[in-house]
């Protein structure tokens, strides 16, 4: 009787459980298993209505308070990660501040998530104000460069200045050399070292620009190696390097 009786105990709690199990089994993995889920859930509820043995009636009660409290936890648990990511798309976008004055294309395209076509589209039209290209004589690719602050107007629909074009371009350039050095007769002159840093270009490629008499170096100065081998560049040729190689 005792064998008889606790094979009845197990064939309950078996009963119980399996649909039970199922049910929260796949409301852990809706909505994809949210059909399975009503079914688990129908056939607690049709375990409590029928007329069978008192302890797995009370078997299904219990496991079914079971599965509320499961329910209301996984539900809290949606909530929580539906908040995570929307926290991650709120706050995995940093505001990026440029060290440098001037940026190449590939960030420009970065920064703006566009192709390189609505890019030079935008230059043309004006809509990012100062642009420039340093290609060098016998250079096969372009080496455009776009003044940052620019770049950032037009990310931010900041409005077109009032300014005039000659102002404008003026403060451009402060923006690119904020310092220069006045020699004695009032000549302004920059470190060539200076030039390529500020123009986001290569060594090579600034001398090269020199070689090419784009600008023109000061009064008995020549590019030597070593540390201090930087010459010193008259500082109106740069201004109008820039000036001939703006784009548009």
């Known amino acids: 009787m ?14 119980a459980f399996i649909p039970v199990a199922r049910a929260a089994w796949c409301f852990r993995t809706a909505p994809g298993g949210a059909l399975q889920f009503c079914s688990g859930i129908s056939s607690i509820f049709n375990g409590l209505s029928t007329r069978g043995a008192p302890l797995r009636r009370a078997l299904y009660l219990v496991m079914l308070t079971a599965v509320v409290c499961f329910m209301a936890g996984t539900i809290s648990f949606w909530g929580q990660q539906s ?6 798309l709120t706050t995995t976008t940093p505001q990026i501040s440029f060290k440098l004055p001037l940026v190449n294309l590939g960030t420009a395209v970065a920064a703006l998530a566009v192709p390189e076509e609505k890019v030079f589209a935008a230059i043309e039209e004006g809509r990012i104000a100062f642009a420039f290209d340093f290609s060098s004589c016998g250079c096969k690719r372009v080496a ?6 620019s770049l950032a107007d037009f990310q931010n629909r900041k409005p077109v200045s009032t300014a005039s074009d000659a102002e404008q371009f003026n403060q451009a350039v402060r923006l690119i050399f904020p310092a220069v050095t006045t020699k004695p007769g009032g000549i302004q002159t ?7 840093r500020r123009l986001c270009i290569n060594h090579d490629h600034a001398a090269r620009l020199v070689r090419d008499g784009e600008m023109r170096l000061a009064k008995g100065a020549k590019f030597r190696r070593g540390p201090t081998g930087s010459p010193e560049v008259e500082f109106s040729s740069v201004v109008e390097f820039l000036k001939r190689r703006r784009i548009a």
């Open 2 to 15: 005792k064998t008889h009786a606790a094979n009845v105990c197990r064939a309950n709690v078996k009963g």
């Open 83 to 88: 908040s995570t990511c929307n926290n991650m």
């Open 144 to 149: 455009v460069r776009i003044l940052a602050q």
């Open 190 to 196: 920059v470190r060539a070292v200076t030039i390529y």
